[in-house]
């Protein structure tokens, strides 16, 4: 019996069964270099592999998102450029014209510091696989073949793999590589299979079919259980699959104390396909959509029409109300095609409202994309970052300024749409008072509001022991925002990770914290919370 712990919970649970190694046939290219008159030769084996991915990615977009996504990347010209002039220029064969051309395109993903744009590099990776395995004419193994309980062992799984993956079989999932924000862990989490990702080595020490237990609820891993630990594991599954069902349950309820205070309960999220995995969960509405994903993911400022299309369907997804912040670019969060000077202090640097103000036509796009969307549904707006009042006036004017504009043009949007804005910086706080005489409503970031406060970088392992919302000088802030706000009437949410956590929700609550804005995967937590106290 082996037993160790390991750190990244991907999606929570608890398994028991035997083992399934996943191991991926060679993809690697052949080496062989070739001569002018085989060029041609290659150029079609390229093409006739991207008729096949195509046309495999096309019927499987129709059921997952992600294989569109897939698709784009497949029939994207910087792919085929790449390929076709390493075999012409270079006279690489295809296979490894291939190869490289998709190393290097997620390479440029890796070395982002962005934790979602740098597993986008394994979309690249897991497509170039796809046109691999075509050009050489093998399999890859397909886990849709899994017909009885096992727990999934791997180098790696790319989401093609792991979308297929039926969760009555597949029990759980460890990885040796990848982060909770991959593909991965995100199918994971949707469909309920726990998993572990990042585990470093382990399939070395493994043979199919050995007994494995895993708690994804407290990271713990055990191979070859003895007899009492798998009873401990198997109960363990029991309890908490007792206690998921229960919480499923408890979505049916609106979250209310039992002094009868109604609590509303939303959900952070950065497109759609999060809106989409958020909505069972019986929400209140969206109190954080981050819209940086939109840009981040994009190879240019996306404009006011594709913006538009994407906000209009978030309203259409969740005619609650959704929360749509502005651009909070800047800091750790960089666009592949625009140019951060280096900075000092990033942080303290240009990034948010800052970057919006000074850049007017791309804070204008977005406004008016926002405004239109407004139409059709329950839109607000909230500006990340703020300092002083000045900033948001300025906001404030270039909003009634996109309001005549739009108005003039016959474009339809919400007249009374409510403006907000984030409270995470210290003078906000300060400021909490004048600031809720201007706004419609408050939302507190904790993550940044704690590291402003306490001067502890928010992402630095070094101090992340001093980094706590819990601190004194944090919890008198988030007590001030919300006594400002509520003697002016406004409704105070909290987007940040404090709101998510329910250790905290006794002290929120007892604050008069109106709103309560998380990732999807707390909320069932915190609702029990509410409904308990
Ligand atoms: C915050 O700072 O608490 C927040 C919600 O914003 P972000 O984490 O996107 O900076
Ligand atoms: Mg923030």
């Known amino acids: 019996m082996r037993q160790f712990t390991v750190e990244k919970t991907a999606s929570r649970g608890i398994a028991a069964a035997p083992a399934y190694l996943y191991q991926e046939p060679d993809l690697s290219a052949e080496t062989d270099c070739i001569t002018e008159e085989q060029e041609e030769n290659e150029i079609l084996l390229f093409e006739k592999a991207k008729i096949s991915v195509s046309d495999e990615l096309n019927l499987l977009a129709e059921k997952n998102d992600i294989f569109a996504a897939h698709l784009e990347i497949a029939e994207d010209f910087t792919l085929s450029e790449g390929v076709l002039s390493r075999i012409r220029n270079e006279h690489k064969n295809v296979q490894l014209a291939l190869q490289e051309t998709v190393e290097e395109l997620a390479l440029i993903f890796d070395s982002m510091e962005d934790a979602y744009m740098k597993e986008r590099a394994a979309d690249i990776r897991d497509v170039g696989k796809r046109f691999m395995a075509q050009l050489k004419g093998t399999q890859r193994p397909d886990l849709a073949e899994i017909s009885q309980e096992v727990i999934v062992v791997a180098k790696d799984l790319f989401p093609s793999d792991t ?10 999932i460890i990885t040796e590589e990848g982060g909770i924000t991959s593909h ?17 080595k382990l399939l070395d020490s493994l043979q199919n079919g050995i007994e494995v237990c895993m708690d994804a609820e407290n990271g713990v891993i055990c191979i070859e259980p003895d007899h009492d630990i798998l009873r401990e594991f198997q109960e363990k599954q029991e309890q908490f699959e007792k206690r998921q069902a229960y919480l499923e349950e408890l979505r049916n309820q609106p979250a209310v104390t039992r002094d009868g205070k109604k609590i509303s309960l939303c959900a952070n999220v950065g497109n759609l396909e999060d809106i989409e995995r958020a909505l069972p969960m019986n929400l209140d509405g969206i109190g954080l959509f981050r819209s940086e994903l939109l840009y981040m993911e994009n190879d240019h400022f996306p404009s006011e029409e ?3 299309q994407v906000y209009k369907a978030a309203a259409e997804l969740c005619p609650q109300e959704l929360t749509i912040r502005t651009l909070d670019i800047g800091g750790d ?51 990340p970052m703020i300092i002083s009042l000045e900033e948001l006036r300025a906001a404030e004017e270039l909003t009634t300024q996109c309001m005549e504009e739009l108005e003039q043009e016959g474009m339809d949007f919400d007249r009374n749409i409510e403006i907000g804005m984030m409270i995470e910086t210290p003078a906000s706080v300060m400021l909490a008072e004048e600031f809720a005489k201007e706004v419609d409503f408050f939302s507190i970031g904790t993550n940044d509001l704690t590291q402003y406060l306490l001067a502890v970088d928010r992402g630095n392992r070094k101090v992340a022991d001093r980094y706590s919302y819990f601190h004194p000088a944090v919890v008198k802030a988030i007590a001030a925002v ?18 998510g956590d329910p250790n905290a929700t006794l002290l929120l609550l007892d604050l008069g914290l109106d709103e309560f804005s998380m990732s999807a995967g707390n909320l069932d937590y915190i609702r029990e919370k509410i409904l308990s106290l």
Not at 163 to 172: E, F, L
Not at 482 to 499: N, R
């Open 306 to 308: 594709e913006q538009f």
């Open 184 to 200: 991965v862990s995100i199918i994971a989490r949707s469909m309920g299979i726990p998993a572990l990702v990042g585990v470093g």
């Open 163 to 172: 979308v297929k993956m039926n969760p009555k079989y597949i029990k759980g």
């Open 333 to 383: 969060k960089e666009l592949t095609y625009f140019d951060f000077d280096k900075e000092e202090n990033p942080f303290l640097g240009w990034r948010a409202i800052r970057i919006s103000l000074d850049m007017k036509d791309v804070f204008k796009a977005q406004l008016r994309a926002i405004l239109r969307a407004s139409a059709f549904g329950h839109v607000r707006i909230m500006f």
């Open 482 to 499: 919300i006594a400002a706000g509520h003697q002016e009437g406004i409704k105070v949410g909290m987007c940040g990770e404090m709101a």
